[in-house]
């Protein structure tokens, strides 16, 4: 999956800075969470501050779109950005946390 940076525009009273990126992939258009990892990769980041809001594929393309937000630190992020984001790119949940989620959907079905 090759990441390029479209667009970058600097937001210092959130601490953030806005992304326009397009994903090259080979497969299926990858998971909110491997974009994460690859655009924090390429942009010298933490994972945790990266927030991947929007990936636009068009039907039976190999590019995707997306719109991300990159904060100066994961404290930022998890202050500023609303919780169902938070949730959606797991950030702010630690593997202890994730475990006992997996153990709780378990148990219920």
Same mark, same amino acid.
Do not use: W
């Given at each position: 999956?090759?990441?390029?940076?479209?667009?970058?525009?600097?937001?210092?009273?959130?601490?953030?800075?806005?992304?326009?990126?397009?994903?090259?992939?080979?497969?299926?258009?990858?998971?909110?969470?491997?974009?994460?990892?690859?655009?924090?990769?390429?942009?010298?980041?933490?994972?945790?501050?990266?927030? *991947?809001?929007?990936?636009?594929?068009?039907?039976?393309?190999?590019?995707? @779109?997306? /719109?991300?937000?990159?904060? !100066?630190? +994961? $404290?930022?992020?998890?202050? *500023?950005?609303?919780?169902?984001?938070?949730?959606?790119?797991?950030?702010? @949940?630690? /593997?202890?946390?994730?475990? !006992?989620? +997996? $153990?709780?959907?378990?148990?219920?079905?």
């Amino acid at each position: 999956m090759d990441v390029d940076i479209i667009e970058e525009d600097e937001n210092p009273m959130l601490h953030r800075t806005d992304v326009t990126f397009e994903l090259t992939h080979d497969d299926a258009t990858p998971s909110r969470l491997q974009v994460r990892d690859s655009l924090a990769a390429k942009l010298n980041k933490d994972a945790n501050e990266v927030v *991947v809001r929007n990936l636009d594929t068009k039907f039976g393309m190999r590019k995707t @779109v997306g /719109a991300a937000k990159v904060y !100066d630190t +994961a $404290d930022s992020a998890i202050e *500023v950005e609303q919780d169902h984001m938070l949730d959606r790119n797991k950030i702010g @949940v630690d /593997a202890d946390d994730a475990a !006992d989620e +997996a $153990d709780a959907e378990a148990e219920e079905a």
